[in-house]
């Protein structure tokens, strides 16, 4: 069905295709341009035949079969009363973020990360401080990914208050192992830091992967064994490619922290549901399983079609990933950046100087092909481009073209 045809979403209030010049293909925005499941626009065409759209709740089936989502997909028992709705993850993060820190408090992330966590922070007038991940240089093709620095960590932990954990992670396409979730929670546990993990990414993975829930309750020790005040945020809008009919969850297993975030909610007046929304979610998490497996195969192809347009290309690489739709494409050794593999701590996301990727952004958009700049996801980020593949083959391979282009064009331009 994906490799159909896809529907035009010129005109249809999709912010980056109405954004896009005519003619210029927008791999940025991370929603994908594929219909969503027949199980989805069933349910709602089912609800429009009514006519009334008053005030409405979550519907009782809905964190039922969200709970059964994750225990087929994850094996992860959730209870249910540990489960808050929240009106989307950014909006579910920036809530907590408020309710469990306090002005001025230091805050870490894993840049380069999905920059809205950047703003989070900053604009809630807290402190980011990063803690870069490190780049595993790998023997198998495409050569590198990201992985935790944990020295650093260890280091830096003791400076903050929370931590931001995007898991799987955006832009490197990393779906954290389950060592690697041990040992980082083994280190903001003994040293009392509140993990709030952004797991939006959750079941968009690649064959032979398994996604490691950060609160898993029988994942092995200290994960399993402590009392966690922790909280992940999941939800079915990247999974379903339903963004615009915007909810989220939160696990919360805490009591305490549960009731905190409760009220925290209640005084911003987050109250009612969107009765669409729940139409749609509760579809997709009961009808939307088959759908999803198609997609993520066709998800996998595409990825396996920038690495082979990718491989050519001299000093020019895509990070290894595991899932997600977003490919990290390395350019800094084609422009002359040190292809560092460790990077210090630091606070706040200022570059030195006017970013490389930015300046390539602008080019490469001249030549058609609309990328996020890199250097939008902290500093490290920059000499790397993001890249949405969640598009028709055509219009890939058509965008990656335009990319080779530009990639040359800009050589010359930067001469
Ligand atoms: C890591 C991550 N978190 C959150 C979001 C957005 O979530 P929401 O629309 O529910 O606020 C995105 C969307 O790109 C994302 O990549």
Not at 150 to 158: P, S
């Amino acid at each position: 069905m994906m490799e159909m045809p896809l529907p035009e979403r010129r005109g249809s209030g999709a912010f980056k295709w109405d954004l896009a010049g005519d003619d210029e293909i927008p791999l940025w925005v991370a929603d994908m341009d594929f219909p969503v499941a027949p199980a989805i626009t069933n349910a709602l065409a089912q609800r429009l035949k009514h006519p009334i759209f008053g005030y409405s709740s979550v519907p009782e089936q809905y964190p039922a079969a969200f709970r059964r989502w994750q225990a087929a997909r994850n094996d992860w028992d959730i209870e249910a009363e540990h489960l808050v709705v929240l009106p989307s993850v950014m909006q579910g993060l920036a809530v907590a973020v408020e309710a469990f820190t306090a002005p001025g408090d230091r805050i870490g992330l894993f840049s380069p990360v999905y920059y809205p966590f950047f703003d989070v922070v900053e604009e809630l007038g807290r402190v980011v401080v990063r803690m870069p991940l490190r780049i595993e240089e790998t023997s198998s093709a495409p050569g590198a990914r990201y992985t935790f620095d944990f020295d650093l960590i260890r280091e830096q932990i003791k400076t903050v208050s929370a931590v931001l954990l995007c898991s799987p992670h955006n832009p490197g396409g990393r779906v954290w192992s389950r060592a690697e979730l041990v040992e980082l929670q083994e280190i903001t546990t003994s040293a009392g830091v509140r993990v709030l993990s952004d797991e939006i990414h959750a079941d968009l993975l690649f064959p032979g992967t398994a996604f490691v829930p950060w609160l898993r309750s029988d994942a092995p020790a200290p994960a399993g064994s402590r009392d966690s005040a922790d909280i992940a945020f999941l939800a079915p809008s990247k999974t379903f490619n339903i963004p615009g009919l915007p909810t989220a969850w939160a696990v919360v297993p805490d009591p305490e922290t549960r009731q905190t975030l409760k009220n925290a909610l209640h005084a911003r007046m987050h109250k009612l549901s969107n009765l669409l929304t729940m139409e749609a979610a509760l579809a997709a998490y009961s009808g939307g399983g088959e759908w999803l497996e198609e997609i993520r195969s066709v998800l996998y192809k595409r990825y396996t079609t920038v690495r082979e347009a990718i491989a050519p290309l001299d000093g020019v690489r895509v990070f290894e990933m595991e899932g997600t739709f977003i490919a990290w494409i390395d350019l800094r050794e084609r422009w002359g950046l040190p292809r560092r593999t460790r990077f210090a701590a630091a606070t706040g996301r200022d570059h030195n100087g006017t970013p490389r990727s930015r300046a390539f952004g602008t080019l490469a958009r001249r030549h058609g092909v609309w990328l996020s700049d890199g250097s939008q996801f902290g500093p490290e980020g920059d000499g790397f481009m993001r890249l949405n593949f969640a598009t028709s083959a055509e219009r890939l391979n058509e965008g990656l073209q335009r990319l080779s282009a530009a990639i040359d064009a800009f050589d010359r331009h930067d001469a």
